[in-house]
């Protein structure tokens, strides 16, 4: 690399590229480490996710034969006015929780599944049909929370883990190889004017 004559770097200069570049090693340091924190959370996530969508399949397609099913013995006004015979919707509460440092949705609900008596629906009036309908119904809808919560979470894992792939590989193959060459060029300069001061002084003192 030529050293530019007109560019005059000082060891404080020098000091302080040395400070940068230990930063930098550092938060690269702690980045990589979170990285791969994330993504062995992601991979547990996932295993969870797999396991809640095979689990929301089942109840789907036990809800839709149990409906199937009531609708043949009932018939469909009798179930859809059983249906909207609810007087109490459920209550859905979106939070937030902290997974190694990324804020993910959390999400809680309560009078999905309802004892027999608090449906709506008169007892007397239906068949067992009905109420193996709603109760599947309930165990879907609840499912379907599960897995809305769980595949949120991993959204924005992946999402903060590209993220902070990317702060990794712009620290390791650009920002540190950068500074680097700072340090290296100013190491020459200070070295090279080092030369020059003592050939001067030779000099004058000849």
């Given at each position: 690399m030529a050293i530019k004559d007109n560019i005059?770097?000082?060891?404080?200069?020098?000091?302080?590229?040395?400070?940068?570049?230990?930063?930098?090693?550092?938060?690269h340091k702690l980045l990589k480490m979170k990285r791969d924190g994330l993504i062995m959370e992601f991979f547990e996530i996932m295993d969870k996710a797999k396991n809640a969508r095979a689990e929301l399949l089942r109840s789907y397609e036990d809800a839709t034969q149990k409906i199937a099913i009531a609708r043949a013995v009932e018939g469909n006004m009798a179930v859809t006015?059983?249906?909207f015979s609810l007087k109490e919707q459920p209550e859905i509460n979106l939070e937030s929780k902290n997974v190694m440092g990324v804020v993910v949705p959390k999400?809680?609900?309560?009078?999905?599944?309802?004892?027999?008596?608090e449906r709506g629906y008169g007892v007397i009036g239906t068949t067992s049909r009905i109420d193996e309908a709603a109760e599947a119904y309930e165990k879907l809808v609840e499912q379907i929370i599960i897995s809305a919560e769980i595949e949120s979470a991993?959204?924005?894992?992946?999402?903060?883990?590209?993220?902070?792939?990317?702060?990794?590989?712009?620290?390791?193959f650009k920002v540190i190889p950068e500074l680097k060459?700072?340090?290296?060029?100013?190491?020459l300069r200070l070295e090279e004017m080092e030369r020059e001061n003592t050939f001067r002084l030779k000099k004058i003192k000849a």
């Open positions: 005059k770097p000082t060891r404080s200069e020098l000091l302080e590229l040395k400070k940068k570049i230990a930063l930098s090693q550092s938060g006015s059983a249906a999400i809680e609900s309560s009078g999905i599944q309802k004892p027999l008596q991993m959204k924005k894992l992946l999402e903060d883990i590209e993220k902070t792939k990317r702060r990794v590989n712009a620290l390791e060459d700072a340090e290296k060029f100013i190491k």
